[in-house]
């Protein structure tokens, strides 16, 4: 835009109107521009001025008119329509967009050398490691978890930093900027943070080193109370009610609230985090905790619910409404241990009111540990026939509040799955090979320092079976028979909070990125896109495989397609009929209503209509 120089009548208003410059020909203003909506302000350094034309609502049905009133203004730029009042101290070396209402705030700054939180260097899993994920624009849950994952790689890491050090420097403004649409009152400190269109800040204490961003869809809002230090918020997220953030991301939909404190900590995709506390977290997508008590440090958590104390919240809920959600994906702990298992539910126990940690387990996933004195008893695959789990598979994506245009970090919400089913196939091995070496006959198995009952043990394998030949079912639906049109795909497969892929395209990635074949940041978020677009041909290559091993084939035909589908209709079948089972027993405890339990017998029933559906996933 072209601005113009004051003329000598409009300083005169000015001036009439309790106006004074350090330099009024530094004061430049947008055609169209009139002094009559600017009062008692002072100015200093170069200033440019929009135009006041509107009136701009500033509370629900409330408006006030444009202008700028009892403020001091130092380097700044301002758009069209804003209201700019009652600024205690000052706003210095900021850019503003149009028709923002910037009401009782003491302070708004832009100091030399500001990074606005970009580029900023923290440890996640380990509070007291060196730096391991690095803060910027582009950061998502896939990203984050592929740094913390290969951090000891020094080469891989070395390049990733460089490549977002070279981003920050290309992107991060001169000074501080303040988009279209903003509202920010009765606000104490805004220093070094950028904040973009139509966010809304209200009653918040200080905003220090931060980038704020939101898309049209999804505002960000930050409230009363409020302390903000070295952190990205984006899209759609909301920080309230005396939260303490340092160093720190906040991804798309996520809340913040009653008091919440977090240092070195990340969170992803609709987490919610209320009064506990967390430290060097990352919480992945659905990351949930509600409770004064609860500290999460050093841990990794997806598709998670914590609880009070060390407890985990709900861990195998029911129907009851009140009830948030089970366990999912898994808690990693700093040493790379599992703490549940990453297909989903994992092998956990509560005992004295304390978790107890089992990376042992670790290959027998969707199963419970019960203590009992100093007896530890292992019931392989229980959880794969909850109420908790049939929900769960259900709920979350009905959960995911991102818009459409806002969703950077990627969630695939299969839970069964290459990775997972892979790990049920080893589980279904570790009890087959415990039956094998201590026979049939005996009444208990032993696995490292757990005991499994013979008849646990035997159910196990019956409900791995049951759940892959669902799994395999459910492909053989989605994908035309034929063979792989790739072979990406075999061998492991991983999860990078949400990204499930192989082994194999994960490692290419290293690969590519210390070779220099990846030469930008966003090209490593490109190539995440890319895995997940391709994500069911490579699921058809594992499966496929997996299928003709599992059936002793050598290739796959229409008829045996069919058995696979008699197969899987007689699995789900039985999986419907345990989980009524679960429900019915919580009724006969006392826990659910009749008509709670009849209405879910009811969205049981209902899956059957499923089975001759080629459209409905498992």
């Known amino acids: 835009m072209e601005y113009r120089q004051l003329t000598q009548e409009e300083i005169a208003l000015l001036e009439e109107r309790g106006c004074k410059a350090e330099d009024w020909d530094l ?43 009892s403020t001091t203004l130092r380097n700044v730029t301002m758009g069209d329509n804003c209201l700019i009042e009652n600024i205690g101290n000052f706003i210095n070396n900021y850019t503003l967009g149009d028709e923002c209402y910037i009401s009782n705030v003491n302070t ?33 849950s896939q990203l984050a978890a592929f740094m913390v994952k290969h951090y000891r790689d020094k080469e891989l890491m070395k390049q990733i930093f460089s490549l977002i050090r070279k981003e920050v420097e290309a992107s991060v ?32 204490c200080r905003l220090s080193d931060c980038s704020i961003k939101s898309i049209p869809e999804a505002n960000v809002y930050i409230g009363s109370g409020v302390i903000c230090e070295n952190s990205i918020i984006y899209d759609g997220s909301s920080i309230l009610n005396s939260v303490k953030l340092e160093n720190c991301f906040v991804g798309e939909a996520c809340k913040i609230t009653n008091g919440f404190a977090a240092e070195n900590s990340i969170f992803f995709a609709n987490s919610f985090m209320s009064n506990g506390e967390a430290c060097a977290a ?5 990351s949930a905790s509600h409770h004064k008590s609860s500290l999460l440090i050093g841990g990794m958590f997806s598709f998670y619910n914590a609880g009070s104390a060390t407890n985990f919240s709900n861990h195998a809920y029911k129907m009851g409404p009140m009830h948030y959600g089970t366990l999912e ?57 909850t109420v908790g789990l049939y929900r769960d598979i259900r709920k979350w994506p009905k959960r995911d509040k991102r818009p459409r245009g806002g969703q950077k970090s990627i969630v695939n919400f299969d839970w069964l799955s290459p990775f997972s089913a892979g790990e049920i ?41 049951m759940a892959l030949h669902i799994y395999m079912g459910a492909v053989l639906k989605r994908h035309k028979l034929e063979l792989p049109k790739s072979p990406v795909g075999t061998g492991k497969w991983s999860d990078l909070s949400g990204l499930l892929l192989p082994e194999t395209e994960e490692y290419r990635l290293i690969d590519d990125i210390k070779n220099g074949t990846i030469i930008d940041i966003y090209d490593i978020l490109d190539r995440f896109e890319e895995i997940h677009r391709n994500y069911s041909e490579y699921r058809w290559t594992w499966t496929y495989r997996m299928i003709l091993d599992y059936y002793g084939l050598e290739t796959l035909t229409e008829d045996d397609a069919k058995r696979i589908h008699e197969d899987y209709v007689t699995a789900r079948r039985k999986w419907i009929a345990e989980i009524q089972k679960d429900a019915e027993k919580e009724y006969t405890l006392g826990d659910v209503d009749k008509e709670v339990l009849d209405n879910f017998i009811t969205q049981l029933q209902a899956e059957m209509e499923f089975e001759n559906d080629t459209k409905i996933e498992a």
Do not use: W
Not at 111 to 139: H, K, Q, R
Not at 179 to 191: L, Q
Not at 361 to 383: G, V
């Open 27 to 69: 004061v430049t203003v947008a055609p169209g521009f009139t002094a009559n909506y600017i009062r008692n302000t002072s100015f200093y350094g170069e200033i440019r001025l929009g135009v006041f034309e509107k009136e701009i609502e500033v509370s629900k049905g409330f408006v006030k008119h444009c202008g700028i009133k």
């Open 173 to 204: 403004p001169e000074r501080g900027t303040i988009g279209n649409n903003v509202k920010i009152i009765n606000t104490g400190e805004i220093t070094n943070t950028h904040i973009n269109d139509d966010c809304e800040i209200s009653g918040a």
């Open 282 to 286: 990352f919480c992945g997508p659905f």
């Open 425 to 465: 196939l080893e589980g279904k091995k570790v009890l087959e090979n415990l039956r094998a070496a201590s026979g049939d006959k005996v009444s208990t198995y032993n696995y490292h320092e757990y005991v499994i009952k013979a008849s646990h043990l035997r159910s196990g394998i019956q409900l791995y079976d």
């Open 329 to 385: 994906r898994g808690v990693k702990t700093a040493s790379g241990a599992y703490i549940l298992m990453p297909a989903h539910i994992g092998t956990f126990s509560v005992c004295f009111g304390k978790l107890m940690y089992h990376p042992d387990t670790r290959n027998l996933p969707f199963s419970y540990l019960i203590a009992y004195s100093d007896t530890m008893y292992l019931n392989p695959a229980r959880n794969l026939t």
């Open 108 to 140: 708004i700054e832009t100091t030399e050398g500001a990074t606005f939180g970009e580029g900023n260097l923290i440890s996640v899993l380990n509070e007291v490691g060196d730096g391991n994920v690095m803060l910027f624009d582009g950061l998502t």
